[in-house]
């Protein structure tokens, strides 16, 4: 390691510091903090979301970065050093055109929006949460102008998120998803009666559902010296630095299935967070106009681990083949009596809901979808926010053929707007597509995955992951290191295959 | 709210924030972090003090500190603005005098040292910890020569954590406590018979000992809104704002006492935290040469407190006349024969013994006492770190009588000094002085408070302190606010003359 490399490293290290402590306040905001911490805490966070701008952006930091690229400049592309230097000058440019005041205010609106959300969604009250999104919008859009020139508004917003991706990419991917998706979820819905999941509608205790999360993330890999899972309103998952990667779930005492997809969910995103090479460990990584404390490729990287283990290996026949007999030990009189493949096909119902965490496999996407092509609306300015419930119920009409009774359950159920995470929502449906792409991959390097799940062997898949994915952490971009591992291009059709196989099975689809 | 005041606070609120999630940090190090965690942690801290050290002595830290001087300077100097403006001038001059490579240093340092002890003391290596321990000595020679001229190099060590006091006090005030307190020792340990705490050394239901003691402060007036309390391994109490003041504690599932006194003594700790001044709220203070997100009068007014609901209230017969029946219900078995008079005598046994925390009433400043000899020592330069061992165990001889077998239970048992808090013991001994001051002269102001206490009655008791102590934060100096309230120069006379009397009734002294 060069000196000048090694002086970025340490001013990175410090804005690293910075975005980490955040991450703690954050995952404290949801656990454990009391009540009255909310105001000093909206305070903590703005400043060091500011700090650690201010500190990145500042003149010793190009310089510092300038030298270690003249320093890295003969290496392998392919080394650490490069790759750390190549995603820094990356973020740093995007960062410099952003004066430190717009962080600031962006930080501080997204408190007060994020505190009107909370208030506005349990009384269905758009009109109180409307000057927010307008604030929120009003900042997206002074952002998009520090991007100019630019293809589209929408693709600095994405970038952020993914770096490298644009809107036309997704517009067209989201096109073969619905052509194929649509159609599927309406052939299920006709053959609805063929799935009966009652016996998972009944109690089961809060505990030992809490237990078998923790046995199953466990075995998979996830590290508990490293991490812990705590109880949250809202399951997420939060890395403060390699060494320390926490998740949170929550148990529903009168229905099976939600607590063990969630954790095995976030322990997908946890272990790509532990998984990521020592040597690119505290180093901040841009993420939606914020710096943050980890170094992934991007959020449907991120989003590709997660639903990997929650649903290719979660919702799987080679899984349970491997866990429902200690399940049905766990739960004798819940599950004694129902045989193994009634319960594989009882987790996979499809069922059109009007709530996207609620949603299953093979609708989730419908509701990516529908707020993609809203948010896109918003940005390109067909679409004023006074207007937005209106478009949120014709769009869910038309994707899932429902109309939501009121907006709790409709353009309000979502806390991402408030917080300024517009350009964020494909990531969730690019990462289901990615999950299966290097699944296909998956499946040609280890010929034999389904027979070690089936197992309960977990041991070749995660080294897998950790060797294509996990340990190169934000090294290169994430549509460079989907191509580097698959040889393609984002593609849905492994995803399309995937999802057209396993439900026409289950429901006995032509 | 002039404007320059304004822009003062604004700066102030920034620094604040920093050492305010440091403070989170610091209470999820010892509650709830993965061991994973440590070696980021460590990293982050420290950046989280050096940065907090750099605004707070920018150029425009000490513009913006100037401008609000002239601007509040024709306002009553009672007033929150001058007392706000004063405590940073003072804290502002101090860390100015420190460059900031040294804080940097120190906290790294610091965390070595406190790895280091963490290993040692349960091996009861001293040697191990040897070179550590000079290390930090060494830094805090170099701290100390940052503030001469002084009367003495203790000084400046005692100033950090007791603005204002030097050595010549405190030295006084010891030896008015060691001619008192070290026969009073001797008399009681010579009718140790007369005392027995057999049956609060049975088990005890841990969840209900956790319990009782949140019944507790939940009474005396501990917010729970604003705080919560979590086990660790240590009892303390974490103000990060006056909205989210946190208190820790352990139970000893063998023995009823500690759990509930420790709840006790942090609640008097966070009551004091969550009873400053909003207007007080978000300005940092300097406590031993760092910058901490609360804004107190010093650390014996703090514990002043802590001591006073610990031990004025918690071990007080007028107390126990209001819990009592109620403890006995929750522990028929243990103590539904014991009567009040034998369980208060039996809370407020005497022992002589090795561990301070482990200390009562009676003998706890003796404790304290053989500490603060042995620092003067180290930092006059008249004892070698080589030597600490052997200085420790004869004082211990000294002022308690006994031999500390090994050095687990002798110079390792403390974390202050691997941490750098060095000057920090006596502020122990001073909280339980001013403790007994403030309790005389509360008496007087509320003739009838033990007689409210006996009922169960806390609110004029934390009333009255709430106007005297509490609200004030940090505007005064501690002994100008000790002065300010009862009129009198720090004392030991009303400490002893408490002790005295409360043991010589126990123990049936002359």
């Given at each position: 390691?060069?000196?000048?490399?090694?002086?970025?490293?340490?001013?990175?290290?410090?804005?690293?510091?910075?975005?980490?402590?955040?991450?703690?306040?954050?995952?404290?905001?949801?656990?454990?903090?009391?009540?009255?911490?909310?105001?000093?805490?909206?305070?903590?966070?703005?400043?060091?979301?500011?700090?650690?701008?201010?500190?990145?952006?500042?003149?010793?930091?190009?310089?510092?970065?300038?030298?270690?690229?003249?320093?890295?400049?003969?290496?392998?592309?392919?080394?650490?050093?490069?790759?750390?230097?190549?995603?820094?000058?990356?973020?740093?440019?995007?960062?410099?055109?952003?004066?430190?005041?717009?962080?600031?205010?962006?930080?501080?609106?997204?408190?007060?929006?994020?505190?009107?959300?909370?208030?506005?969604?349990?009384?269905?009250?758009?009109?109180?949460?409307?000057?927010?999104?307008?604030?929120?919008?009003?900042?997206?859009?002074?952002?998009?102008?520090?991007?100019?020139?630019?293809?589209?508004?929408?693709?600095?917003?994405?970038?952020?998120?993914?770096?490298?991706?644009?809107?036309?990419?997704?517009?067209?991917?989201?096109?073969?998803?619905?052509?194929?998706q649509v159609p599927l979820v309406q052939a299920i819905s006709e053959r609805s009666e063929a799935v009966?999941?009652?016996?998972?509608?009944?109690?089961?205790?809060?505990?030992?559902?809490?237990?078998?999360?923790?046995?199953?993330?466990?075995?998979?890999?996830?590290?508990?010296?490293?991490?812990?899972?705590?109880?949250?309103?809202?399951?997420?998952?939060?890395?403060?630095?390699?060494?320390?990667?926490?998740?949170?779930?929550?148990?529903?005492?009168?229905?099976?299935?939600?607590?063990?997809?969630?954790?095995?969910?976030?322990?997908?995103?946890?272990?790509?967070?532990?998984?990521?090479?020592?040597?690119?460990?505290?180093?901040?990584?841009?993420?939606?106009?914020?710096?943050?404390?980890?170094?992934?490729?991007?959020?449907?990287?991120?989003?590709?681990?997660?639903?990997?283990?929650?649903?290719?290996?979660?919702?799987?026949?080679?899984?349970?083949?491997?866990?429902?007999?200690?399940?049905?030990?766990?739960?004798?009189?819940?599950?004694?009596?129902?045989?193994?493949?009634?319960?594989?096909?009882?987790?996979n119902k499809v069922e059109r809901?009007?709530?996207?965490?609620?949603?299953d496999e093979a609708t989730?996407?419908?509701?990516?979808?529908?707020?993609?092509?809203?948010?896109?609306?918003?940005?390109?300015?067909?679409?004023?926010?006074?207007?937005?419930?209106?478009?949120?119920?014709?769009?869910?009409?038309?994707?899932?053929?429902?109309?939501?009774?009121?907006?709790?359950?409709?353009?309000?159920?979502?806390?991402?707007?408030?917080?300024?995470?517009?350009?964020?929502?494909?990531?969730?449906?690019?990462?289901?597509?990615?999950?299966?792409?290097?699944?296909?991959?998956?499946?040609?390097?280890?010929?034999?995955?389904?027979?070690?799940?089936?197992?309960?062997?977990?041991?070749?898949?995660?080294?897998?992951?950790?060797?294509?994915?996990?340990?190169?952490?934000?090294?290169?971009?994430?549509?460079?290191?989907?191509?580097?591992?698959?040889?393609?291009?984002?593609?849905?059709?492994?995803?399309?295959?995937?999802l057209t196989?396993k439900y026409s099975?289950i429901y006995g689809l032509?």
């Amino acid at each position: 390691m060069g000196p000048h490399f090694g002086k970025l490293r340490e001013l990175a290290g410090r804005v690293f510091d910075l975005a980490s402590a955040a991450g703690l306040l954050g995952w404290d905001m949801q656990t454990y903090m009391p009540p009255g911490g909310a105001d000093g805490r909206a305070h903590a966070l703005a400043t060091l979301a500011s700090l650690a701008h201010e500190l990145f952006v500042r003149d010793d930091f190009g310089e510092a970065l300038e030298a270690a690229e003249e320093e890295v400049k003969d290496l392998d592309p392919d080394s650490d050093e490069a790759g750390i230097v190549a995603r820094l000058r990356q973020d740093f440019d995007k960062s410099r055109r952003v004066p430190s005041e717009w962080v600031a205010e962006s930080v501080r609106t997204a408190g007060l929006a994020f505190n009107a959300w909370v208030k506005a969604r349990p009384a269905s009250d758009f009109p109180a949460f409307q000057p927010h999104i307008e604030k929120v919008l009003e900042l997206k859009r002074a952002y998009i102008s520090f991007f100019e020139p630019y293809d589209s508004p929408y693709d600095p917003l994405l970038d952020d998120f993914e770096p490298g991706l644009k809107l036309a990419t997704v517009r067209g991917i989201f096109s073969e998803l619905r052509e194929v998706q649509v159609p599927l979820v309406q052939a299920i819905s006709e053959r609805s009666e063929a799935v009966d999941d009652s016996f998972l509608r009944v109690p089961y205790d809060e505990s030992a559902q809490w237990d078998f999360g923790l046995e199953v993330i466990r075995d998979i890999g996830y590290d508990f010296e490293r991490g812990r899972q705590d109880k949250a309103p809202h399951p997420f998952s939060t890395a403060l630095n390699r060494g320390d990667v926490r998740i949170t779930n929550r148990v529903n005492p009168n229905r099976f299935g939600p607590a063990l997809f969630g954790s095995m969910h976030e322990a997908g995103h946890a272990i790509y967070s532990q998984g990521i090479a020592p040597a690119l460990d505290r180093i901040p990584s841009l993420s939606g106009s914020t710096l943050e404390g980890s170094h992934d490729a991007s959020l449907a990287m991120h989003e590709s681990q997660s639903r990997m283990l929650e649903n290719l290996v979660g919702r799987s026949r080679a899984f349970w083949s491997a866990y429902y007999p200690r399940l049905q030990s766990v739960f004798p009189e819940q599950l004694g009596d129902i045989k193994l493949d009634a319960f594989y096909r009882a987790i996979n119902k499809v069922e059109r809901s009007l709530i996207r965490v609620e949603a299953d496999e093979a609708t989730y996407n419908l509701h990516i979808m529908l707020r993609f092509e809203i948010e896109t609306e918003l940005i390109g300015g067909n679409l004023s926010v006074a207007d937005l419930p209106q478009a949120w119920n014709s769009k869910t009409e038309e994707y899932l053929g429902l109309t939501p009774p009121d907006d709790r359950r409709g353009v309000l159920q979502d806390v991402h707007w408030s917080v300024g995470y517009i350009g964020y929502f494909p990531t969730y449906a690019l990462g289901n597509i990615i999950a299966a792409q290097l699944w296909q991959k998956l499946s040609t390097d280890l010929p034999d995955i389904e027979a070690q799940i089936s197992r309960g062997n977990f041991t070749e898949l995660i080294g897998w992951l950790h060797k294509n994915v996990h340990r190169h952490g934000g090294k290169y971009k994430p549509m460079d290191l989907l191509k580097r591992i698959t040889g393609q291009e984002l593609s849905a059709a492994p995803y399309l295959e995937y999802l057209t196989d396993k439900y026409s099975e289950i429901y006995g689809l032509s």
